[in-house]
């Protein structure tokens, strides 16, 4: 893991060398998502039957799931893990509640009224990994908030595993959530499904939920047809860390989102060098232990690095142009800082508020911008599954102290038609 020493170049061109890993998707990707896109809109549940015959290696012994089979999985599932879901349902549901919107109604003395209408969407479609990927934590993390919006029905789809089954963790999940539909298929194809409808699988409002560069593209392109949550780059953690920063901490938080993939950034700012070399020593000395030591090796190797600044404010920038999607702070008094990290998609304030913590459990949604976008993006959260109409009423004589401005501005647009529309009222 390289050190660099913050002189207003160097980081600046490790951090743009960073930015490169999340660069335009190849073309051959794009091409063959579109085409896969398009068969599934004209060919329906044929086609994504053919992809999932053809990327998955055989035909799941159904393609919708049953809900006894469902309701089995939870019913024989681990007690323990269980029980662990339930209780991280119930932080997530507690903290997604207290974002809950209400709307407004303005009843002005002449008669107007004004106001604004919250509802939560129709139909969402949750995409879940299968596999050695499958996260039930992505369920409960996608599901709990959409469904405190409002939203009517929740439809998940999922890639079978290779006996052609569901992951059972992910079945117990969508059980504990009150997912209400589950089809077996993954990919693009299902992406596709979920945008255009098939015969069975019905049409959503908004696509939901992590996947590969393949469903990653299919969201992109079909963005506008249907809503999506984000575009999603490689996992992130920027740890701020000063004198008082244990290592040993330190070393495994960088490396608990290393493991997520080779293309994954971990990054330290820290104000001190001591800590940067026992940093190093310890990720050198847990990562023996780990299973998945090749992909933290590699992805700690080529976008990884600890940057040593000169103070806590300097530091402090940093974070703020980098604009992680998970940041820690591990330095003395950390909640003095708060109100100057301004772009980050969740922040990890203390020892004790390890990442992992917003993975899995504490409550705010896991589901964050990545690759600097937190600049202008938000996490997932309640307002993701909602929609906002305005409305207006107006009496006739509010709109006859109004129209004269309205034929106005109108008439120096050139649209004559608006105008009319006003002036007809009183002709």
């Known amino acids: 893991m390289k050190k660099i020493y913050a002189n207003g170049k160097d980081e600046i061109e490790f951090l743009q060398e960073l930015q490169k890993r999340s660069g335009e998707t190849n073309k051959k990707v794009t091409e063959t998502v579109s085409a896969i896109i398009e068969d599934v809109k004209e060919n329906g549940d044929e086609a994504v039957k053919k992809y999932t015959l053809k990327f998955d290696g055989s035909l799941p012994e159904y393609y919708e799931v049953p809900r006894d089979v469902i309701n089995d999985a939870l019913n024989e599932a681990d007690e323990e893990l269980v029980n662990a879901l339930l209780n991280a349902m119930e932080n997530i549901a507690d903290f997604h509640n207290r974002q809950r919107e209400q709307g407004f109604i303005n009843a002005k003395e002449n008669g107007v009224i004004l106001g604004q209408r919250i509802r ?19 369920v409960l993390m996608n599901a709990i908030p959409a469904k405190i919006a409002g939203v009517k029905e929740i439809v998940m789809v999922t890639p079978p595993l290779k006996d052609g089954t569901p992951n059972k963790d992910i079945l117990v999940a969508a059980a504990i959530c009150g997912v209400d539909r589950v089809f077996m298929s993954g990919g693009a194809q299902a992406i596709a499904a979920l945008a255009y409808g098939t015969e069975e699988i019905p049409k959503c409002d908004k696509i939901v939920g992590p996947g590969n560069i393949y469903v990653a593209t299919a969201k992109k392109l079909l963005y506008g ?14 740890v701020l860390a000063d004198e008082t920063a244990d290592p040993k901490f330190a ?6 989102q290393a493991e997520h993939d080779v293309l994954a950034s971990a990054i330290m700012v820290t104000t001190s060098e001591r800590i940067a070399d026992e940093t190093i020593a310890e990720i050198n000395r847990q990562k023996e232990h780990l299973s998945r030591k090749e992909i933290i090796e590699k992805s700690l190797e080529d976008y990884g690095a600890i940057i040593i600044t000169d103070c806590r ?43 992992p913590l917003g993975d899995y459990y504490a409550g705010p949604n896991h589901v964050l ?13 309640v307002a993701s599954f909602t929609k906002r109409s305005s409305y207006i009423y107006y009496t006739e004589q509010a709109l006859r102290e109004a129209k004269d401005d309205i034929v106005l501005i109108a008439e120096r647009e050139g649209l004559t038609a608006h105008a009319n529309a006003i002036k007809v009222r009183f002709e």
């Open 120 to 138: 939560g969407l129709e139909r969402v479609g949750l995409y879940v990994p299968g596999g050695t990927a499958a996260y039930p934590s992505s």
């Open 225 to 238: 047809v249907v809503d999506i949550d984000m575009i999603a780059g490689p996992s992130e953690i920027l």
């Open 251 to 256: 070393a495994a938080d960088l490396m608990s």
């Open 313 to 355: 404010h300097c530091a402090v920038e940093l974070a703020n142009a980098i604009a992680p999607e998970h940041l820690e702070v591990l330095m003395e008094n950390p909640m003095e800082l708060l109100g100057s990290l301004d772009n980050a998609g969740s922040i990890f304030l203390g020892n004790y508020a390890s990442e």
């Open 369 to 381: 911008p990545t690759s600097g976008t937190a600049r202008f993006f938000s996490p997932l959260g």
